[in-house]
DNA sequence: GCGATCAGCT
DNA sequence: CACAGCTGATCGC
């Protein structure tokens, strides 16, 4: 991870003028309150520049209306397109032109899963925009608490690993569970995961939390985090934030979850990623269409067997959706899901997910339930409760690791588990951006570094990821 | 009793 | 394993 050497990525885990936490050595903390003088200069020079994106090198945004109703006519085509359609990169010639006739097309997940943007998604992010004077005020308060934690605090509380802070930057990425980190002054949340939010509770006074809007949503419907911490940020939107020039990207993972482009004073330029998985491992990964296509061929072959089937989709909180969305579409049946999952499905404001949700698990043959529900004995139970209304079930495990001891990317290979009148399907269901898209969205964007937060946990992996970045980032 | 944290288990 | 959770035990408030 060098960053400091500018455009020669040296050897070294993180530069040297780091201190032990990996923050510059030298002070960037605006803290004392040159936030607002230096910071606002700064800043409205990039927005008197206007359109200041060749470094980000992503397009410029464009109002959500121009955008809607790209797609859509395919009928349910929920096929994953690249990065670069996503991110507006190598546009297609005739984008805007006929509605709906450009099936190649995608700037958003919204459009990737054939869902109408909503209109008013973009209003959270006036209710608590960032800016450089508002940052200043979290500055001073994270201060005070630091003194008072130091007294009672049981020294038992794990420290904020390196990779999770940018380097020169006053910024975490997601880094909860450590209480208040010495010089973050900004806590970044990439996507509402549990390994990525954890920590964050009603409780939380450490300082801003900046994350998407979907995701500021959750983090306070979910965990009655306090408002006044929660900054949502919009998508393809630079902001200025304590001096420094961030960008959220969909990153194509879960609803929510975004790719955080940092770029300095000092005109490094940073990718961090917390959403992509090790590149070799994406490699062994089929396209999310194919698995979507089988899942919905799998269904539709049991259906005709045993009308009175029950399908059954596993997920965690977020995540997944455009799998049981697929059968609600090709079968033309709502979902039913418990009302903590609706709450969190229908805060997404997507009309297409909405209008299909049920809470009558009688009236709809497909379910969704927590992973840990799809198993075979609680299946089995879960069937009982359902007054013979249904007679058999087929379930779907979408993991990203059950691919790995099972068959390759032929989905037709699968075997699945069979007891009684309950089956299970382990598919693999990979909500990360494929390597070739991985590869040449860094080559397009050649920050000075990728900062990956998954996968960091042991040396070896780390190093491969970095070996990988950095001979992308040489080419050329 | 509630919440936070951790070990253990997928 | 971990693209992400869960349960149950324990401890402090």
Redesign the pocket.
């Known amino acids: 991870m060098a960053a400091a050497d500018g455009e020669t990525p040296g050897p070294l885990p993180f530069p040297a003028d780091l201190d032990e936490n990996g923050f510059p050595a030298v002070p960037s903390s605006p803290a004392a309150g040159s936030s607002d003088g230096g910071g606002s200069s700064f800043a409205a020079d990039f927005y008197r520049s206007g359109t200041d994106w060749s470094a980000l090198r992503a397009r410029p945004s464009l109002p959500p209306e121009a955008e809607s109703g790209v797609k859509e006519k395919g009928g349910g085509s929920l096929r994953q397109k690249s990065l670069f359609q996503a991110w507006g990169i190598k546009r297609p010639p005739r984008e805007g032109a006929g509605a709906g006739d450009s099936p190649l097309v995608q700037k958003s997940l919204f459009q990737a899963w054939g869902i109408e943007r909503p209109r008013g998604e973009a209003v959270g992010a006036a209710d608590a925009s960032p800016s450089p004077s508002h940052s200043g005020s979290w500055s001073a308060r994270k201060r005070r608490r630091g003194g008072v934690e130091e007294a009672?605090e049981?020294k038992?509380?794990?420290t904020c690993p390196f990779y999770k802070k940018i380097p020169g930057t006053p910024f975490t990425v997601d880094a909860f569970?450590y209480?208040e980190v010495e010089g973050c002054s900004a806590y970044f949340l990439t996507?509402?995961?549990?390994?990525?939010?954890?920590?964050l509770?009603?409780?939380w006074c450490h300082g801003p939390i900046y994350c998407s809007a979907l995701t500021a949503r959750l983090v306070k419907m979910c965990l009655s985090v306090d408002s006044e911490y929660v900054c949502p940020l919009e998508l393809d939107t630079e902001y200025i934030i304590e001096g420094v020039s961030v960008t959220l990207l969909e990153a194509n993972?879960?609803p929510g979850a975004a790719l955080i482009h940092f770029r300095l004073n000092d005109g490094k330029t940073y990718l961090h990623t917390d959403?992509f998985?090790?590149p070799l491992?994406?490699s062994?990964?089929p396209p999310q269409e194919e698995v979507i296509d089988f899942v919905v061929r799998t269904a539709q072959r049991y259906l005709r067997k045993q009308p009175k089937t029950l399908i059954v989709v596993g997920?965690?909180?977020?995540?997944k959706e455009n799998v049981y969305l697929a059968i609600s579409r090709a079968l033309e049946v709502p979902i039913y899901t418990d009302a903590s999952r609706r709450r969190i499905l229908q805060s997404f404001g997507w009309p297409d997910l909405s209008k299909r949700i049920s809470s009558c698990n009688e009236s709809s043959p497909l379910h969704v339930l927590?992973?840990?529900a799809v198993?075979h004995e609680s299946l089995k139970k879960y069937l009982e409760t359902l007054n013979q209304k249904f007679l058999a079930v087929l379930a779907f495990r979408p993991?990203?690791?059950?691919?790995?001891?099972a068959t390759g990317k032929e989905l037709d290979l699968i075997k699945p588990k069979s007891n009684g009148r309950v089956t299970i399907y382990g598919v693999?269901?990979?909500?990360?951006s494929s390597f070739t898209e991985l590869r040449d969205f860094v080559m397009f964007l050649r920050p000075q570094k990728v900062i990956p937060t998954?996968?960091?946990?042991?040396a070896a992996?780390r190093d491969r990821m970095q070996a990988c970045f950095r001979e992308w980032l040489k080419a050329l």
């Open positions: 009672g049981v038992k509380t794990l569970r209480g996507h509402f995961h549990h390994d990525h939010y954890g920590g509770t009603k409780k993972h879960c959403c998985a090790e491992i994406l062994r990964f997920a965690y909180s977020i995540g927590p992973l840990g198993n993991t990203g690791w059950s691919f790995s001891e693999p269901y990979s909500e990360h998954v996968n960091v946990g042991n992996s």
